[in-house]
């Protein structure tokens, strides 16, 4: 079983700057692929960016179209902790923010993540 639990979260204005970090415990980081959702009112969860796990320390990073450029996925596998620099904040990135996990590959369905956070909010002020 793996505990994940994010923080980070805040009221920001327009073109400012959070970071996010999700702590995982209770099981080895390792194999893990890593990712952060996201979920407005009104709306689906939806894929922002994931991580996949190396033990070479070389991950590979996804993102979605509309964070590409601005947000930062990285992980510290030595503190199992992932974190999510989000830059030049709009508006639209209003959400609640989740960090899931999974063993094996990236994938960008949420669907078939296992172990998931219980959210941090994040409120872009225009």
């Known amino acids: 079983q793996v505990q994940l639990v994010e923080s980070g979260g805040g009221l920001v204005q327009a073109g400012g700057s959070l970071r996010l970090s999700c702590a995982a415990s209770g099981r080895t980081f390792n194999g893990y692929s890593m990712a952060w959702f996201r979920q407005a009112p009104g709306k689906e969860r939806e894929f922002v960016a994931a991580i996949s796990w190396s033990s070479w320390g070389i991950s590979s990073t996804y993102y979605a179209d509309s964070v590409q450029g601005r947000f930062t996925i990285s992980r510290d596998n030595a503190q199992n902790t992932v974190y999510l620099q989000m830059n030049s904040l709009k508006p639209e990135d209003t959400a609640v923010y989740y960090c899931?996990?999974?063993?094996?590959?990236?994938?960008?369905?949420?669907?078939?993540?296992?172990?998931w956070g219980q959210g941090t909010q994040v409120t872009v002020s225009s």
């Open positions: 899931a996990a999974r063993l094996g590959v990236v994938v960008r369905d949420s669907g078939l993540y296992n172990y």
